[in-house]
């Protein structure tokens, strides 16, 4: 998205132009607007310069999980790349849209047109991949450790149970019925797994900062 400034229009084919991230803007132009001034661009062994006419949104450019890079577009008919990479928005089937792309890049003269077509959620798939597999074994072993628990308190309720079953006995013989006894068992017991609870979540919020960069459309609270 175009922040400040405008995106490149034919007008510009005759002059040297560029358009800037935020984090270029911010870093490299600190207090001013970077609008108006000049960078220099390297091809085929010499040297341009290219007057800034736009700022855009910072992009992951490097990584999924790595932060926004310096990013410098610019328009790519002074570009000499034998290959290119498109992004095309459109709200229609995705393999459509890819056939109408290598219709009109032939109709282009492009030599090799439209070799790769994948929708975008497909490559972000791909990037986070590693990190799905990842979260299932932690999801898995998570779901050991929970029914592990899950045992180690059944065995230790049914010994506070078995070791009171004389206080039971009286508190049901004075007129205590089954729900006052199992409501006292389970007050009883349940006040450790509480505790536990909180101290848990309490770790969990602290170590937020450390899992927001393993998280990807969710927060680290979450």
């Not at 609008?35 to 992009?59: D, H, S």
């Not at 779901?143 to 592990?148: D, E, F, K, M, Y």
């Not at 230790?156 to 149970?161: A, E, K």
Request: glycine share 8%; net charge positive.
């Amino acid at each position: 998205r175009v922040l400040a400034g405008r995106d490149f229009a034919e007008s510009d084919r005759d002059d040297r132009v560029a358009v800037v991230s935020k984090r270029v803007a911010d870093e490299m132009f600190p207090g001013e607007t970077p609008l108006g001034k000049f960078l220099y661009q390297r091809e085929n062994g010499q040297k341009y310069r290219a007057r800034i006419i736009g700022i855009v949104e910072n992009a992951k450019a490097k990584g999924i999980e790595n932060g926004p890079p310096l990013l410098v577009y610019l328009p790519d008919w002074h570009l000499n790349s034998p290959a290119a990479f498109y992004v095309v928005r459109s709200a229609g089937d995705p393999g459509d849209i890819a056939r109408e792309v290598r219709r009109i890049a032939t109709e282009l003269g492009m030599d090799a047109p439209a070799e790769r077509a994948a929708p975008m959620m497909r490559l972000i798939d791909n990037a986070t991949e590693p990190n799905r597999w990842q979260a299932l074994w932690t999801f898995a072993f998570a779901i050991a450790g929970l029914l592990t628990a899950c045992a180690g308190l059944f065995g230790v309720v049914s010994y506070q149970v078995s070791r009171r079953t004389a206080e039971i006995g009286l508190r049901m013989a004075l007129g205590a019925t089954h729900r006052d006894t199992a409501r006292m068992v389970l007050r009883d017991s349940m006040r450790p797994v509480w505790f536990g609870l909180a101290a848990g979540a309490a770790v969990v919020l602290a170590l937020g900062g450390f899992a927001s960069a393993r998280v990807f459309v969710v927060t680290s609270q979450d």
